[in-house]
């Protein structure tokens, strides 16, 4: 049963990139069981899976087909999975970030939960969802495609290559230039200690008391930004 509905995101996703009709899956998204997709999602492993490509296919489905703008593209429940409306927003703070304030830092959690979604959200958030949602923004992390059995791997690529393409590190001045989300989600990453440790374990660089500065975030549209995840 996961596999199935893992493959349903998959699908999804794929028919989105080739610009294939999408209906159809999403229909069957819909008349999922609420207890088929729970027991279907059943750990961490196939919830990241699912829930990451679903949220990448939706936002290119309601923005491409839907016309739907910013910020309700994220906050309104236009989606409906296994019979419950919900929001992109939803998909990424309620179950990803087991219902943070998208607004905290990641500090806070949200103040009115879901007591659905709870029975969907992660055990243990992994801050490198981060580098794997994309909500058509330049500055955001490239569409790739995930499965379950290869997505440790997949989350380890992404974050390197991110790291890679969107840090600079400045020895002399001691700064390290980094993108926006580690600013928005700084809890989630373990605050600055969390941050110098992923540059020292990513980038091989150890910058320990070193003034993070981040960089401006480019909202300047950008859909279809898929990508292979070389695992060679």
Known sequence: MSENIIQLSEKLLWAVKMNEPTQDLVTQ???????????????DIDKKTFWINAYNAFFQILR????????KIYKEKLLTIAGQKMSLDDMEHGILRKQQNKYSLGFLPK??????????????????IHFALNCGAKSC?????????KLDQQLELATLSFLEGETDILTEEKEVHLSQLFKWY???FGGQEGIEQMI??????????????????????????F??????
Not at 141 to 149: N, R, T
Not at 227 to 232: A, I, Q, S
Request: charged content about 40%; glycine content about 4%; cysteine-free.
């Open 64 to 71: 491409k087909e839907k016309k739907i703008e910013k910020p």
């Open 111 to 128: 103040v009115f939960n879901n007591k659905q979604l709870k029975d969907l959200e992660v055990e243990t958030l992994d801050e490198r």
């Open 186 to 188: 700084y809890d989630d």
């Open 29 to 43: 998204l819909e008349n999922l069981s609420w207890e088929d997709l729970k027991k279907g999602l059943s750990n």
């Open 141 to 149: 992390p490239p569409i790739a495609f995930y499965s379950a059995d």
């Open 227 to 232: 990508v292979v995840l070389d695992e060679g």
């Open 200 to 225: 020292k374990e990513k980038l091989g660089v150890e910058v320990t008391g070193f003034k993070l500065v981040y960089k401006d975030y480019s909202w300047e549209e950008e859909l279809d930004n």
